[in-house]
């Protein structure tokens, strides 16, 4: 049975203290969702802080993104390394505004995957195509690309560790939604393009939705078959929202 996850990228919001209220507050929460991983994913700065409130829960930590390289003159960065060491166990890579805002290439990504799965942290990969793709009929080759010059490259047991999301990038923090016929289709495309790559491991792996998620649409987007659970963008900053939503099973 593939898990149930629910992910939230707080992204480049909350203060110090902002981010270990909310994280205790998740943390507090989680009971209510029973069978559903919980993930938060805070600002590099809060990781160790968020760690100590996410202690004695079953609530898990995540980095937004890693550096490239394992470690040395690169003023800014923070290794894979860094964030295993901070009791983060999850690591997002390749969300579209690090593919937009800072040039992330596949082989930038392909290099991130390799650094994170060899400090045993789990990648939360990120796929999804721009409006103008959809809108020209070239999303599922645009994803099929991505996943291809990237995850493709890894071992099979490297690629049974990874979770994926689909994040269309013109749903994302836009309040427009995948219906949840659009989700289920790609979700169910992209578990086929891995069981042609992966065989059977594709069948066990989590494959969660983001783009504007929230209370109100969550069920009927977590109601599909392919569709594992969501990353969270602006909802997880809520935690009311955060927890309604991982309710939404
Ligand atoms: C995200 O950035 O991963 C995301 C899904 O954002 P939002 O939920 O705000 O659209």
Redesign the pocket.
């Known amino acids: 049975m593939r898990k149930k996850i629910v992910a939230g990228?707080w992204?480049m919001n909350t203060s110090a203290e902002q981010g270990e209220e909310l994280a205790a507050a998740v943390a507090e929460r989680s009971g209510e969702t029973d069978g559903v991983l919980l993930i938060v994913a805070p600002p590099f700065t809060h990781l160790t802080k968020v760690a100590d409130k996410l202690k004695g829960s079953a609530v898990q930590l995540s980095a937004q993104n890693c550096a490239s390289e394992k470690s040395g003159a690169y003023t800014g960065e923070v290794s894979a390394a860094m964030i295993a060491g901070t009791g983060a166990k999850y690591c997002?890579l390749g969300?579209?505004?690090r593919r937009e805002y800072y040039g992330e290439t596949d082989a930038t990504l392909n290099r991130k995957l390799t650094l994170c799965l060899a400090e045993s942290l789990t990648p939360i990969f990120?796929v999804g195509e721009k409006l103008n793709e959809r809108e020209s009929g070239a999303h599922f080759d645009v994803v099929r690309t991505q996943l291809s010059n990237t995850l493709f490259n890894l071992s099979d047991e490297d690629f049974a560790k990874t979770i994926i999301?689909y994040?269309p990038v013109w749903?994302?923090?836009?309040g427009k939604t995948a219906s949840p016929e659009q989700a289920q289709e790609m979700h169910a495309f992209i578990r086929k393009t891995l069981f042609e790559k992966f065989g059977d491991k594709a069948l066990e792996t989590a494959i969660l939705y983001?783009?504007?998620?929230?209370p109100g649409n969550a069920r009927a987007l977590f109601s599909n078959s392919d569709v594992d659970g969501?990353?969270?963008?602006?909802?997880?900053l809520k935690v009311d929202d955060f927890i309604a939503i991982a309710k939404s099973f």
């Open positions: 990228n992204k997002i969300h579209s505004e990120c999301a994040e749903a994302i923090g836009t983001g783009g504007s998620c929230n969501g990353l969270i963008g602006g909802a997880s």
